[in-house]
């Protein structure tokens, strides 16, 4: 029953909530507004929203919209110098799971000197404590898939050492977050699906996790239901708010749930993917090896009831083999038309495997910690094998 619960950020959630930013302690006098290389939020009018919020309240602002998908550490040092630049107090992130992540990196590479890798503490990272807090930080997702808004982590890739991982400190929770789904009706229906499974397996990997709880059950449940039931529906109706709204808490609860407990090593193994092959996207990634991955672990009998039970959240109510949760998940993955993702259409090769089984495991290796058994390199290699199309 032991947990840690620390979330000290203001969450402001709703349709419309956006337009309350102006009302808040922003932390600061002068903002780096961090959006993607995109074209997005200056298409959909977000970007123009979010600055007249800025000056509403006060604060001169300087746009840096460099970050890319899978965000490099090279941008996240091209950001924190431009924030050192331009004197910034703050940073403000307006974008996805990206965004959001490249801006907790910005903000404390903006206080403190030297590289990134300083300061990672898996892999080739130096492992060293930063010296002085971050900038403050203000999130406004437009996504819903990450949780970043809700959390600590970031993922920064290092295309040099071919290391995507994690990036943590206890000062970068944002100190205000809006989750506003009317800022998510425009996202694509293939993005709206793998932001949706990102934001699912997050509180599914809590559920199975050895670090759940009764807290994390209760969030995870919760998530698994509500974007399990109407994820396929943001994507036939990108414009249905009540269903956004819905996928877009889960996405947050999601955020909560890596707060008080932990992923498990399937996020590892896709981070090993993504970080030899940039262009695939996170949500992609994990839905690609999710089938194998959990089948793994029902056949290991680890958790059969947990496994009944999210079956069961995901609208499978007469369910009751463990098997029955991948029944519930394919036939998700189908009514959201990603079932079948091919990994060779991204360029991944099945002799990259074993590879990228001992990057995951050196990268990311404290997820594979919080599996309730152990997976060997080749237990590894066997999972990707089993997802190869």
Same mark, same amino acid.
């Given at each position: 029953?032991?947990?840690?619960?620390?979330?000290?950020?203001?969450?402001?959630?709703?349709?419309?909530?956006?337009? !309350?930013?102006?009302?808040? !302690?922003?932390?600061?006098?002068?903002?780096?507004?961090?959006?993607?290389?995109?074209?997005?939020?200056?298409?959909?009018?977000?970007?123009?929203?979010?600055?007249?919020?800025?000056?509403?309240?006060?604060?001169?602002?300087?746009?840096?919209?460099?970050?890319?998908?899978?965000?490099?550490?090279?941008?996240?040092?091209?950001?924190?110098?431009?924030? /050192?630049?331009?004197?910034?107090?703050?940073?403000?992130?307006?974008?996805?799971?990206?965004?959001?992540?490249?801006?907790?990196?910005?903000?404390?590479?903006?206080?403190?000197?030297?590289?990134?890798?300083?300061?990672?503490?898996?892999?080739?990272?130096?492992?060293?404590?930063?010296?002085?807090?971050?900038?403050?930080?203000?999130?406004?997702?437009?996504?819903?898939?990450?949780?970043?808004?809700?959390?600590?982590?970031?993922?920064?890739?290092?295309?040099?050492?071919?290391?995507?991982? $994690?990036?943590?400190?206890?000062?970068?929770?944002?100190?205000?977050?809006?989750?506003?789904?009317?800022?998510?009706?425009?996202?694509?229906?293939?993005?709206?699906?793998?932001? +949706?499974?990102? $934001?699912?397996?997050?509180?599914?990997?809590?559920?199975?996790?050895?670090?759940?709880?009764?807290?994390?059950?209760?969030?995870?449940?919760?998530?698994?239901?509500?974007?399990? /039931?109407?994820?396929?529906?943001?994507?036939? !109706?990108?414009?249905?708010?009540?269903? /956004?709204?819905?996928?877009?808490?889960?996405?947050?609860?999601?955020?909560?749930?890596?707060?008080? +407990?932990?992923?498990?090593?399937?996020?590892?193994?896709?981070?090993?993917?993504?970080?030899?092959?940039?262009?695939?996207?996170?949500?992609?990634?994990?839905?690609?090896?999710?089938? $194998?991955?959990?089948?793994?672990?029902?056949?290991?009998?680890?958790?059969?009831?947990?496994?009944? =039970?999210?079956?069961?959240?995901? +609208?499978?109510?007469?369910?009751?083999?463990?098997?029955?949760?991948?029944?519930?998940?394919?036939?998700?993955?189908?009514?959201?038309?990603?079932?079948?993702?091919?990994?060779?259409?991204? +360029?991944?090769?099945?002799?990259?495997?074993?590879?990228?089984?001992?990057?995951?495991?050196?990268?990311?290796?404290?997820?594979?910690?919080?599996?309730?058994?152990?997976?060997?390199?080749?237990?590894?290699?066997?999972?990707?094998?089993?997802?190869? =199309?």
């Amino acid at each position: 029953m032991s947990f840690e619960f620390y979330l000290p950020t203001r969450i402001l959630f709703g349709a419309g909530e956006l337009n !309350n930013l102006h009302k808040q !302690n922003l932390g600061g006098k002068k903002a780096l507004l961090v959006i993607s290389n995109g074209k997005s939020a200056k298409a959909n009018g977000y970007l123009d929203r979010v600055e007249e919020q800025l000056k509403k309240a006060g604060l001169e602002f300087v746009l840096f919209n460099e970050v890319e998908p899978n965000p490099l550490k090279s941008t996240v040092m091209r950001g924190a110098e431009a924030a /050192r630049k331009n004197n910034c107090d703050v940073v403000v992130a307006l974008g996805g799971g990206s965004v959001m992540d490249a801006s907790k990196a910005i903000a404390a590479m903006a206080t403190n000197d030297g590289d990134l890798w300083d300061y990672i503490q898996f892999g080739k990272g130096k492992k060293k404590a930063l010296q002085h807090k971050p900038l403050p930080l203000v999130t406004i997702t437009t996504t819903a898939g990450t949780g970043s808004e809700a959390d600590a982590g970031a993922v920064i890739t290092n295309p040099e050492t071919n290391e995507k991982t $994690a990036f943590f400190s206890e000062y970068s929770f944002p100190i205000v977050s809006i989750v506003d789904p009317e800022l998510m009706t425009t996202v694509p229906p293939r993005m709206t699906a793998y932001q +949706g499974f990102d $934001a699912l397996f997050h509180s599914v990997e809590c559920y199975i996790s050895n670090k759940a709880s009764l807290m994390t059950d209760m969030l995870a449940l919760s998530v698994i239901e509500n974007v399990g /039931r109407n994820l396929a529906e943001t994507v036939r !109706n990108g414009k249905n708010v009540e269903a /956004r709204e819905k996928v877009a808490y889960g996405n947050t609860m999601s955020g909560f749930v890596m707060t008080v +407990g932990s992923c498990t090593s399937e996020h590892s193994l896709e981070h090993a993917l993504s970080a030899y092959h940039q262009e695939l996207p996170h949500g992609a990634g994990l839905i690609m090896i999710s089938k $194998a991955y959990y089948t793994h672990f029902i056949n290991q009998h680890v958790c059969d009831d947990r496994f009944v =039970k999210m079956a069961k959240a995901l +609208g499978m109510e007469n369910a009751k083999e463990p098997m029955d949760f991948i029944k519930a998940l394919v036939k998700l993955q189908e009514d959201c038309g990603v079932a079948d993702l091919k990994m060779s259409e991204y +360029g991944i090769k099945p002799e990259e495997f074993s590879g990228m089984a001992e990057n995951a495991l050196d990268c990311m290796g404290f997820l594979f910690a919080c599996d309730r058994i152990k997976l060997s390199k080749e237990d590894c290699v066997a999972i990707y094998q089993a997802s190869y =199309k």
